[in-house]
């Protein structure tokens, strides 16, 4: 009956232990120096690729150039406002080295991709695992807040929302049919019960389980119809705010399905990240909502934890490629 899920694929990597909770202690500013990383990260993705295959329309990379710096030069302005201890002030340091030294990147797409370009690359990618690994260490091993020893299971924290009665009877029957790989049927049960559910915390577990079952069983419709549905069921999901135990896996899957189905996986496709950015830092303040209301609910706060790490996409990684 248990879900598999991106929770335990992402927990083997970094140990739910190191991500225990003080109930007490508000949220760490290393998680919000996480998004500004994704969030520059969605920029140099970007560039990255249009210096790989879009080389030649000086009109095309001035827009393109120009555009980038604005957002690094928003990401920063962000940053260097932030009210940080000594002990966080040093990597916002470092992360405002980064956005510089992305920005002179930027700069020398005007100058018509000179030789040296695999230098400036070079550079680049050594600032960035530095802050990448400066952030992790510290949100992982740092503060309190991520020391303390917590026993979570996430298939626990789906049933804690759901109230006895018809809603957790036709949930489990809906799940065990799921794992069962009775798809049909699955379907049936988990869409009449999605009905009920609007602006429900349950209501997240019963629409990802549903999202699987109908691409499983497809129902003779065409797969690009079905595959359009789901995105717009977990994008909608993620935009109304509602929160869920498995919002993160949510917004995984919906930005894997949108990817696959709109750009496609081919090496030259477009990667929307900051699109991407948007979806995860609304789900971001959907979560924030829940810890402010619900502050003794640690499984929100591992979450906020979970989503401000999951990495932009990129070629060569294992985000890009992970399997829905």
């Given at each position: 009956m248990r879900f598999i899920s991106f929770f335990f694929i992402a927990l083997c990597v970094f140990?739910?232990?190191?991500f225990a909770v003080n109930q007490a202690e508000p949220e760490n500013p290393l998680i919000t120096l996480c998004f500004y990383v994704n969030r520059i990260e969605a920029v140099r993705t970007d560039m990255e690729r249009f210096a790989r295959y879009r080389q030649g329309s000086t009109g095309f990379w001035e827009d393109e150039t120009q555009k980038a710096l604005g957002q690094l030069g928003h990401i920063r302005a962000e940053a260097a406002s932030l009210h940080l201890t000594d002990e966080f002030a040093g990597i916002r340091r470092d992360l405002i080295v980064y956005i510089e030294a992305l920005a002179a990147y930027t700069r020398k797409f005007r100058e018509g991709f000179p030789e040296h370009m695999g230098v400036y690359e070079g550079l680049l990618q050594i600032k960035r695992t530095a802050l990448r690994e400066k952030v992790l260490d510290a949100l992982t091993t740092g503060e309190s807040f991520f020391r303390q020893e917590n026993n979570i299971d996430p298939w626990d924290e789906e049933l804690r929302l759901f109230p006895e009665g018809r809603p957790r009877v036709e949930f489990l029957k809906g799940a065990a049919l799921l794992e069962e790989k009775k798809y049909e049927e699955s379907c049936v049960v988990l869409k009449e019960l999605l009905g009920s559910s609007q602006g429900l915390d349950w209501r997240g577990s019963v629409l990802l389980r549903l999202v699987r079952s109908v691409l499983k069983d497809r129902g003779g419709s065409s797969t690009r119809e079905i595959e359009r549905e789901c995105i717009d069921w977990l994008g909608t999901f993620i935009e109304e705010g509602v929160y869920s135990p498995l919002l993160v896996e949510i917004f995984v899957f919906w930005r894997l399905l949108y990817q696959g189905f709109y750009y496609g996986w081919d090496k030259k496709a477009d990667i929307p990240n900051g699109l991407y950015q948007e979806r995860s830092e609304r789900a971001a303040q959907t979560l924030r909502e829940r810890i402010a209301v619900h502050p003794?609910?640690?499984?929100?706060?591992?979450?906020?934890?979970?989503?401000?790490?999951?990495?932009?996409?990129?070629?060569?990684?294992d985000a890009f490629f992970l399997a829905p």
């Open positions: 140990p739910l232990s190191a003794q609910d640690r499984w929100a706060r591992l979450q906020l934890v979970l989503l401000a790490t999951t990495p932009v996409l990129s070629r060569g990684t």
